[in-house]
DNA sequence: TATTTCGTTCAGTCTTGACTGAACGATGTG
DNA sequence: CACATCGTTCAGTCAAGACTGAACGAAATA
């Protein structure tokens, strides 16, 4: 029943995940089989993934590959099966928060870099280059705790905690 | 003198803005104008940006307006001028960080309204939503401190002020 | 009021990247 | 060994967005 048909709510949350990671700058189809993984978290087969989303096989190598190379789903085999198969990873996120530190620090760095070069500039010029490469630095660092963030409460394992949550959503 | 022409190491610190921007996700045009702001902060004339890094008017009009409102830069009425002035802002990068700090809680909002909907769903499956939702809010509180950073350590106004200036920059 | 000088807007061009579908090599099966 | 099945790769198509240049309206000048 709930095997190639897929629920209005479950498509929703699929093609929110994909708008969402298209925002990011990412293949939409990635957001796609990244939802499903959530949804459900289940081993699902090559071909499943295709005909699941409608997609070609194609882009279900090319974006498997993608996030299993992000650290959100991992390649599994199963026995007496030829297919290749496919599961949410244990910490899915943690290695997307790292590649946007190592974005940032290599941006510092390169702004640094410039700086050295630019001595002939004179020193306000140094100090609002300094503030860009600080800007990163800042960047860099709050991903570091963000990462540490991740590792600490994952939020897996502790569901429904009190929270904290402002919660002012609701008042819209 | 250098009016016109760039020198070199300048023109590759605002080539390597505009890459970097781009990688963000942002037009080019507008890390290339971000770069010869920060390089050289003082009030630029609409003309003198077209001129400057020979783009188009059209251009110039369209991400001088974009980095206004992300706060990067300013207009500035100069007396006795007709033509728009632009220089940098006093604070150019708070408001980028609270954009991606909006977009994060946009998609975490967005994510546990979707698990409402999916009362339908295992208790697994809400774990790992869970999961998902919490993710995206480490990533705001991270540009949330990150923020805080900003506002403190603004490393412009405030240069060898009594210091923590972490003055590593010497060292390399 | 006529004219010039602005900045914005919009149609058109062009580049970039996603996605598809078919061809291909590899690996198990008969 | 022949055959079938699987995943990858690659040329081709398509859509999204950047950028340009010209047309346009607004505002100051004469």
Chains 1, 2 share one sequence.
Not at 78 to 85: C, K
Not at 93 to 108: N, W
């Amino acid at each position: 029943m709930s095997c190639d048909m897929i629920q209005d709510a479950e498509t929703d949350f699929i093609e929110g995940m994909g708008l969402i990671l298209q925002a990011d700058g990412m293949p939409r189809i990635a957001g796609r089989l990244m939802g499903l993984f959530v949804l459900r978290g289940g081993p699902f087969s090559f071909a499943d993934l295709a005909e699941t989303l409608e997609i070609s096989r194609g882009s279900v190598s090319t974006n498997t590959r993608l996030l299993e190379d992000l650290g959100v789903i991992e390649r599994v085999a199963i026995r007496g099966e030829r297919q290749d198969y496919f599961r949410l990873a244990a910490d899915p996120y943690a290695q997307i928060v790292e590649r946007k530190r190592v974005r940032s620090i290599r941006a510092e760095e390169a702004i640094r870099r410039s700086a050295d070069t630019l001595s002939e500039a004179g020193p306000e010029a140094l100090d609002r280059i300094g503030s860009l490469a600080n800007f990163f630095r800042v960047l860099s660092d709050a991903t570091a705790r963000a990462l540490q963030d991740l590792e600490t409460k994952d939020g897996n394992a502790h569901p429904a905690r009190g929270t904290s949550t402002p919660s002012s959503i609701a008042a819209e």
